[in-house]
Each structure stands twice: as C-alpha cells, then as structure tokens.
C-alpha cells in the first residue's frame, strides 16, 4: 500500500473531494456505513481545528486515492478514532472491494495501538480486534415518512403514534401556536439547547460534555459547516415561538445522526422530545434521508421510535508494543465494567437511580428523568 499522513489542513482539495464521493456513492456499492457523517472529511477536519493530533492516512492504487484513514494519535503513539466519545461511526473509508492490512496501517501511521467505540459494519481488516459488537437503533426513511409509520405499526407501536401525536394536538391546544424548523440557523437556540443538555447531564448524574470548551468550539464550527453532502443542522420545535425542544446533529446526503438532543423539562407532558423526533424523520424522508441513526444504546425513547439496527464495535488494533501493551491494561477494565453494567438491568437501574441522586444533590433541585424522552 502506498500511504500518505496529512496533518487536517495539508489535505488537498481534491483528496477532499475523491473523499466525499466515495461517500456519496457507499450506498450504490452495499456500504451504506460509509456514507456516515461522522466519517466524512469534515468531520475530522472540524476535531482538527479543536484538537492536537488529529492526522488522515490516504491510501493510493496506481496514484488514486482508494481509502482516507482519520484518526488522532498522542506524542507516544496512544491512537484514537477521532472524536472518540464523541463520534457514532469510526473506520477506513474506502472505494469498492479494497482491503487493507490493519497492522501495516498503523505502521504506516506511527501507531502502537488504534482504539475504536463506534467501528462502522464492514470493516472486515480490523474484525479480529473487535472485543464487542452493539445494536445502534436506527429510524428508517428509505421508503418515505408513511412507510415508516407504517413499519411502527405493523411492529404493534401503533398506541404509541396514537398516544404522541395526541399530545402534539394537545399542547396546540396550549398554547398559540406550535412549529416545528427543520434547519435552525439562530445560534441562540444552539445555545439554548447547550444549556438544557448541560442540566440534564447534570440533574441525571452524567457528566458534562459542554463543560468542555473544546466541545463547544466543535459543535459552533459544525453548525457553521454546511455543503452539499454535509451539514450541521439544528432542528427545533417551539410553542409559541418560545423553542420547547431542539437537536442538534449532522447530516450527510443520506444519514443524519442524532446526537444532541434536549427539551425544556416544563413541557415534559407533552414528550417534546418524541414529537421532535418524528418531525425530523418527516422533513428529513422529504429532504433525502435514508436513515435517522439514533446512536448506540438502549433507551425507551429509541425502542420506540426503531424500525431497525444496525451494529458497531469496539476494541483496539494493537501491535506487538509496550504502549499498546499498556494502554490496553489500563483502559480494558474500565470498560469492561462499564458495558457490563450497561447490559444488565440488575445492575444498571441502581447505579441510574444513585446517579440521578447526585445530580438531585449537586443541582440542589427535583431529578426529572429525562432518559426515555429526549
């Protein structure tokens, strides 16, 4: 393999480009994965400009690019998806039928060890490093809007589109006047939606991923990018001009991945948050989107709102070195204890509710859950 590592700004123009047409052309080859806004150039570009280490390996065949490898890596070699904790797909983006060697790619890259959360399906070269493979509910608008309501129904979520848009007929009752804007560009809502997603890490006992600056610096950059196959888009519904639910997340041709989303806990009667969900699943099918991807975890609101999953893994590419050796050791136990948690109710339930009564403690206030309605 020929392979070239560009520091964000060394990548040329037209290896952006080749970039973004192999993700616009994923789904004609049966890779719909790559076409993931999280794995678009700018993406990486964006965690870039917020974040040191930040490096994209361009493999070449005969002089073309045939496959664009972001990753961040630290001063001794410790790699990462970029975005790790942050992103929901992680992996090689690549043209049809190429394959790679995994530890000739992090040779190349000057990697000891490559750790991953979210890998994509089909990165087959990094397969035997996986440790874990999780679903990631997706809502799926391949067919249109009604096709997906009609896949709920036939699935008996019927008393569930029932019980929600009634409530949406009842806060029209309410209140004025109810709207929803697909592609909010008011950066004040941005911030708004900020500040509620910031509560509600903290009334649940979660932390705080806006009390990191360089979190909010990416999410401002994002929302300010905007092409043809990528945005970052802000979708909100208000009551009364007043917004009672937002989300931000990003959109490529065909995907949008709900990330940020958060609603004012005073119109929790109304689930805010589902109504915003199925509004974005209407405008998007309308706009092009294939798939709404909710993201890896189980949550009630995303049981209800599925029509499907897809899978992503995680793990690490290691190679035969002391700081793959170590990395491996510290953060293996970590993680193991966490998703093991994650899967067991037994478990998971008490450390939710011990959770939630330290954000009661440290916010000084009632604990909404707001877990199952975002």
């Not at 405008?283 to 209800?304: H, P």
């Amino acid at each position: 393999m020929d392979i070239s590592v560009y520091r964000p700004g060394e990548l040329t123009a037209a290896d952006r480009a080749a970039w973004t047409a192999l993700q616009s052309k994923a789904h004609l080859h049966g890779a719909p994965e790559l076409a993931n806004p999280f794995l678009s150039p700018e993406f990486a570009l964006a965690v870039g400009r917020c974040r040191r280490g930040v490096r994209i390996a361009v493999v070449r065949e005969d002089g073309e690019p045939a496959a664009f490898f972001p990753y961040q890596r630290s001063t001794v070699g410790v790699g990462r998806a970029v975005g790790l904790g942050l992103s929901d797909c992680q992996g090689v983006v690549h043209r049809p039928g190429f394959t790679w060697d995994a530890q000739e790619l992090l040779r190349a890259c000057g990697l000891a060890v490559w750790e991953f959360d979210h890998l994509a399906e089909g990165q087959t070269p990094f397969a035997a490093h996986v440790t874990g493979t999780f679903p990631s509910p997706v809502m799926d608008l391949e067919q249109g809007y009604e096709a997906y309501l009609g896949q709920l129904r036939a699935a008996g979520s019927g008393k569930f589109i029932r019980s929600t848009f009634a409530k949406e007929r009842r806060l029209g009752r309410a209140v004025n006047e109810v709207r929803y804007v697909h592609d909010e560009r008011d950066p004040g809502v941005l911030r708004t939606l900020m500040a509620w997603k910031s509560a509600q890490y903290r009334r649940t006992g979660r932390g705080d991923r806006f009390a990191h600056p360089w979190i909010i610096r990416l999410v401002h950059q994002l929302f300010h990018t905007r092409s043809d196959s990528f945005a970052g888009q802000l979708s909100v519904l208000y009551a009364d001009d007043k917004p009672i639910a937002a989300h931000f997340g990003l959109r490529s041709e065909r995907v949008l991945t709900c990330w940020f989303p958060a609603y004012d806990p005073a119109f929790s009667r109304f689930s805010p948050g589902l109504l915003l969900h199925l509004h974005m699943a209407e405008e998007g099918a309308a706009d092009g989107i294939a798939y709404l991807d909710l993201g890896r975890g189980q949550k009630q609101y995303k049981n209800s709102l599925k029509t499907r999953e897809i899978s992503v893994s995680e793990g690490w590419v290691t190679r035969r070195h002391p700081v793959a050796l170590g990395h491996r050791a510290r953060r293996a136990p970590v993680r193991a204890l966490r998703n093991t948690v994650l899967a067991r109710p037994e478990l998971f339930e008490p450390a939710d509710r011990l959770l939630k009564r330290m954000g009661r403690i440290r916010s000084g206030g009632q604990v909404t859950d707001t877990t199952t309605k975002t």
